[in-house]
């Protein structure tokens, strides 16, 4: 019987004329075989049923209707846009009045309704103040 270390060059040899010769037909000899999953699992085919029972789908309930925005909370909603805009500059620390007048002075065209509703409005610290008034600098 042939010991490893006689084997080992004999096979050697082989696969480098192998691999000269033909190389493609080396790759096909050593190249393991592929396997399938199917050769470790089981196949389990599912048994159709003609009686399916169709799934009801669940009734969504309507959430009721908001109602209706009061005028001042349209006013006030209007007003926090203009807060939330920074095209009009900061609007930390001066009334709300202050800031628009200030962004007219700059030629940044501020919307007068803002102005209008704020003249309108008077001295109620919700109209005259902007939305960050309560957040401490």
Not at 19 to 34: F, L
Request: glycine residues 4%; hydrophobic residues 30%; contains cysteine.
């Amino acid at each position: 019987m042939a010991s490893q270390a006689e084997i080992r060059p004999q096979f050697r040899r082989q696969a480098e004329n192998i691999s000269i010769e033909y190389p493609y037909i080396w790759r096909a000899q050593m190249a393991p075989k592929r396997r399938l999953i199917t050769d470790t699992f089981k196949v389990v085919k599912r048994v159709k049923t003609e009686d399916k029972v169709e799934k009801e789908l669940p009734v969504l309930e309507q959430e009721p209707e908001t109602p209706p925005l009061t005028q001042r909370e349209k006013d006030l909603s209007e007003l926090q846009q203009f807060d939330l805009d920074w095209r009009y500059g900061p609007c930390i620390g001066i009334s709300r009045l202050q800031r628009w007048e200030r962004a007219e002075l700059h030629g940044l065209n501020p919307p007068q309704s803002v102005r209008d509703l704020l003249l309108k409005t008077g001295e109620g610290t919700d109209y005259t103040h902007c939305l960050w008034n309560d957040y401490p600098l």
